[in-house]
């Protein structure tokens, strides 16, 4: 087959107009698989302009898992997202961190996370850890971003939506400072949809930014739709179209609090009172009909710590029903916002010019977010919000998932956020590029998160390479140039809070705390077998086993890990979520 890579000229904007400006769209939610490349032929593409320069735009999803949009087999409504996929590249192999601020600052150095302020969650230390380089938990104000480099390319530069890299109470970490031109953000890592109440209980209220200066909401306020309204206005910022522009887009949904506008939450009405079994098996159907997943390819099984459906007592059933039509309600209306971008860019007439690459920032949430402060946050919760049935999912409610959806939203993988194993860093991930990646074509060579910072500083046309740069360029693959993105020695590393993994060519090893886990001991497995991690093979292959723990132990030394034992995190290592209920619903059996 021969492929003509697309030629993006290795000079930036530097003072001059180009003729052309090309989008670049990068939308993030969290996905995986093994195998090659599926690129149909693009020979007939013809290389681009020399004075063409892309505009990069990075859409981030919160807390998406795997199979929660309509191209990785959900049944949530996503029409924006099933067109791109139908336009563009799938890719079924790409890795994330295990949770928001680690995956968000590599995206944004192309650095490992310990690198660059975040070997640890805000708030969560160990004697070990505390005031340690590299665990300060905000973004190292001395390294260079991705917004930093682009402006050094010519790029105007903007962010809406989540910071989440520091900054409360320090207007220096705000994104004004660290490469963006224009900023409009939540600064916290969660908050209330509807305003400024805080998602944690030690926070009275939240912060929103606009460049250098905090603001208040604007009436009729929902995180989606202004977060939406702020990259258009950013977009349209700057009238002269000629110059590129690097924007981050990035959604708080479907991160908790689960809320939605009524009308969305009304269209999942009874879609989930089969439960989460007859969920998970249809999502598994729908994969393997795709191909996001092979015919043969096994679903991990749910963990025995958690209950099945037939074992919930009605009312928690109806809770649980409720929980999930909620999510799916963000998920829909985050959809309908990025098809609202999508829109305004063909009417603009920069769609024709524009790259779209869609991911998540983890895995789905699993656990109770009350958990990290205990008994105390669960007075909060019930003394600041209304948490009955019938109010759920709306501007004065407090919902969040829990395992049992997670395990569905993880589909066909195991664990969820916070974890190392696929369901905790795999997401889902979707790529247009009108004219230069065919339409249908599947992506099944591994890639993740650092590769992001190399290849949009390709596409940008500065494809130099750089040794302060870890990942590598997905550009080749993406074109059709290349059918994989990294060698065969090349390995991917991670450690969040004691849980640790690393993945060297089809083998990978974790660290997870029991009963998740096996303690203080390291799992196998061999993902060309196993891609979901049912079967730990460490006992079997001892010398696989050493191989790869010798290569994290140089990987932790290269990278300033600090090992400790897993850290007792309430949020992940909890077992509240089913014997919690709303004061209303309070007489009568919870869960077995």
Not at 476 to 499: C, K, S, V
Request: net charge negative; proline share 6%.
């Amino acid at each position: 087959m021969d492929i003509m890579l697309t030629k993006i000229e290795k000079r930036g904007y530097l003072g001059r107009r180009m003729h052309v400006a090309m989008l670049v769209v990068v939308i993030a939610v969290q996905g995986c698989s093994r195998a090659g490349v599926e690129v149909p032929d693009i020979a007939d593409v013809a290389a681009s302009s020399a004075d063409i320069q892309p505009n990069i735009l990075v859409i981030l999803a919160d807390d998406l898992g795997y199979s929660d949009i309509g191209p990785f087999g959900a049944e949530i409504q996503t029409p924006t997202l099933d067109a791109l996929a139908a336009e563009g590249m799938v890719l079924t192999n790409f890795r994330v961190h295990t949770m928001c601020s680690p995956t968000r600052a590599m995206l944004l150095t192309g650095l490992d996370s310990h690198r660059v302020g975040y070997g640890t969650m805000s708030g969560e230390y160990t004697d070990a850890t505390r005031g340690q380089p590299g665990y300060e938990a905000r973004l190292d104000p001395k390294i260079e971003t991705l917004g930093n480099r682009l402006q050094r390319l010519g790029y105007r530069t903007f962010i809406a939506g989540k910071w989440d890299m520091g900054g409360r109470g320090n207007p220096d970490l705000w994104p004004i400072r660290r490469g963006f031109d224009n900023s409009w953000v939540l600064i916290e890592g969660s908050a209330s949809h509807f305003g400024k109440q805080s998602a944690l209980a030690e926070l009275p209220s939240v912060t929103y930014v606009a460049n250098d200066s905090e603001v208040e909401l604007p009436n009729n306020f929902y995180s989606s739709d202004v977060y939406a309204d702020k990259a258009i206005e950013f977009i349209d910022a700057n009238g002269d179209k000629t110059q590129p522009f690097f924007g981050y887009l990035s959604f708080t949904a479907p991160h908790y609090p689960l809320q939605a506008p009524d009308d969305y939450i009304a269209r999942y009405a009874g879609q989930y009172d089969e439960g989460y079994e007859a969920v998970r098996n249809a999502r598994v159907k729908r994969m393997r009909e795709t191909g996001i997943i092979g015919v043969d390819e096994q679903a991990a099984p749910r963990h025995p710590v958690w209950p099945s459906w037939e074992k919930l007592p009605d009312k928690i059933r109806m809770l649980e029903s409720r929980r999930m039509e909620i999510y799916a309600a963000m998920i829909e209306s985050m959809d309908h916002n990025i098809g609202r971008v999508v829109e305004h860019l063909k009417s603009t007439g920069q769609w024709e010019n524009t790259v779209v690459l869609f991911f998540s920032d983890n895995g789905p949430e699993g656990g109770n977010p009350l958990d990290w402060g205990g008994e105390p946050w669960f007075d909060w919760a019930e003394n600041s919000f209304d948490t009955s049935l019938e109010n759920m999912g709306r501007a004065n409610s407090y919902v969040w998932a829990g395992p049992g959806w997670a395990y569905v939203s993880a589909t066909p993988f195991r664990d969820a956020k916070g974890f190392t194993t696929e369901g905790g860093i795999r997401s889902p991930m979707i790529i247009t590029w009108p004219g230069h990646i065919r339409a249908g074509a599947t992506l099944r060579a591994d890639a993740h998160i650092l590769d992001l910072m190399p290849t949009i500083m390709a596409m940008a046309g500065d494809d130099r390479g750089h040794e302060s740069i870890l990942g590598r360029s997905m550009l080749p693959a993406l074109t059709g140039a290349a059918a994989n993105i990294h060698g065969e020695g090349e390995q991917f590393g991670l450690e969040l809070l004691g849980r640790r993994a690393l993945i060297l060519g089809n083998w990978k090893i974790t660290w997870n705390n029991a009963p998740w886990g096996r303690g203080e001991e390291w799992s196998l497995f061999n993902l060309a077998t196993d891609p979901t991690e049912i079967d730990d093979v460490a006992d079997q292959h001892p010398e696989k086993l050493a191989e790869l723990v010798a290569a994290w132990e140089k990987y932790a030394q290269a990278n300033g890990v600090i090992p400790i034992p897993v850290y007792p995190m309430g949020n992940t290592n909890s077992f509240t979520h089913y014997k919690w209920l709303p004061p209303s619903m309070r007489q009568g059996p919870a869960a077995d």
